[in-house]
C-alpha cells in the first residue's frame, strides 16, 4: 500500500462487532456485550462487578480515571473493551481459540487497566502485559490482576519506548492494544517493534480522524505495517483502527522517549496530536 493513498481494500468490520443496541436506559453490562456479539459468563461478570469496585475505591486516592460513576465505567470503559473482542478474534495472525502456544498480548500505557484488563478477563487464554510508566497506575493494576485472580496477566512499570528495544519484548507479542495514547503515527511507531510479523494492533480512537488517518496510512510502512481496517464500534462514539505488522521494523524505531508523540512520522500536524480517546474524552 502506498504511503499515501487509501486502503487498497477497505475492510468493514460492522458484521463481525454487532450492531447497536437501542438508545434508552442502560440494560447493563451483560445484555450491552451481548448486543455486540459478546456473551459474558457470570464469572467475568462477576469479575467486572469487582473491578468496578476497586476502580472506585483507588480513584479516591489518586487519578485513575474521569470516568467514575458505576454506570459509566461499564458503559464507557467495560463495553468499549469488550467490543474490540470479535475484532480481536478476526484479525489475530491464528486462530485464538485453537492456537498451539499462549497467544501474547500487550496493551501500551494502560493506564487504568483498558482495554488491556477487560480483555484478561473475557479471554484468559491470553497472556496480557500491561505497559503503564506511571508507578502508582502500575500499582493499581498489580493489585487488579491479584484481587480478581488474573492469574494471565502482569504490569509492567516501563515506557513503550524502552521496551520496544528490549530484548525479552521486542518482535514478542502477537497483539497489541492503547487506548487514549497518542495520535495514529505514535502508536504506530510504539506498537509495531513489539509485534511479531503478522502481529495485529488495535487502536480504538476518537470519530474525527480526518487530519489522523491519513497521516497515519503514510506512517504505517515506515515501521513495517499497514492499516488494514477502519470502522466504527457499536454505539458510535469509538472508530477502530486496525493495523497488521507485515515486516521487520528499523532497530531506529521507537525513537527516544517522547519523540514519537512530539515528532510523530507521517507528517502529522501538531494542531493534531491529540491524546484523546474514543469519545473524544479522558479514560
Known sequence: MAATEPFATPISISSVIGVSAPPGAWPGLSEAARASGVALTSEQLDRFDRYRDLLRHWNTRFNLTAVVEPEAIERRLFLDAVRLLPALKRFAPFDLDGASRTPRLVDIGSGAGFPGLPIAICRPD??????????????FLDAAAVELDLENTRAIHARAEELGHELAHRGSY????????????????????LLREGGIALFPKGLDLATELPAGQRAAPLVGSALIADDVLPGGETRLIVARKTSATSRRFPRRAGIPTRQPIGGLPSSARSDSGPGGGRR
Open 174 to 193: 502477537d497483539l497489541a492494544t492503547a487506548r487514549a495514547v497518542a495520535s495514529l503515527p505514535a502508536l504506530l511507531e510504539l506498537s509495531m517493534p
Open 126 to 139: 491470553l497472556a496480557v502485559t500491561l505497559v503503564e510508566a506511571t508507578a502508582k497506575k502500575v500499582a
